[in-house]
């Protein structure tokens, strides 16, 4: 769901609901479901069901710091050269600059919810790309929005 711009500025008072996205905003990008649960001009938080064998490549935030706290299932992670797993109420740290990756290998879907400081480009990266088909593309227009993909090969086991 696309539509209605996302204008950062304070954080909004409110609840966003457990089955909904704040301002019911959610995308769906390569077969990953993401859910708006909050933002501001200082943070983004959205919520991830995210299907077997599905993953979000190597990449670098350089203008935010990252965290997901994982909800349900095992997340396998690439995190600045090393793999690992976390799962049902661990936090996984991110800071800005720091290469890092997420993948379902597991045979149950899993749920993060993930944030991002400040919020950056990140909800107008999500509008651009919901229901992109097309792995170069999503790569391209992530780069426009800060979020630079590493070129495939480079990290062993991605």
Request: hydrophobic letters at 35%; glycine letters at 10%.
């Amino acid at each position: 769901m696309t539509g209605e711009e996302i204008v950062l500025g304070s954080l909004p008072k409110g609840i966003t609901l457990a089955s909904e996205g704040m301002r019911k905003k959610v995308w769906n990008v390569l077969g990953h479901t993401y859910s708006m649960k909050a933002a501001s001009e200082s943070s983004f938080a959205f919520e991830t069901y995210d299907p077997p064998g599905t993953g979000v490549p190597p990449h670098v935030h350089p203008t935010q710091d990252e965290h997901i706290y994982i909800l349900e299932g095992v997340f396998t992670l690439y995190l600045d050269g090393e793999w690992e797993t976390a799962g049902p109420g661990d936090t996984v740290r991110m800071p800005r600059g720091l290469p890092h990756a997420y993948y379902n290998r597991g045979e149950a879907p899993t749920r993060g919810l993930f944030w991002v400081s400040p919020a950056g480009r990140l909800a107008e990266l999500f509008d651009k790309l919901h229901d992109l088909t097309d792995p170069d593309e999503v790569v391209r227009v992530s780069a426009e929005c800060d979020v630079r993909f590493l070129p495939p090969g480079t990290v062993e086991g991605a």
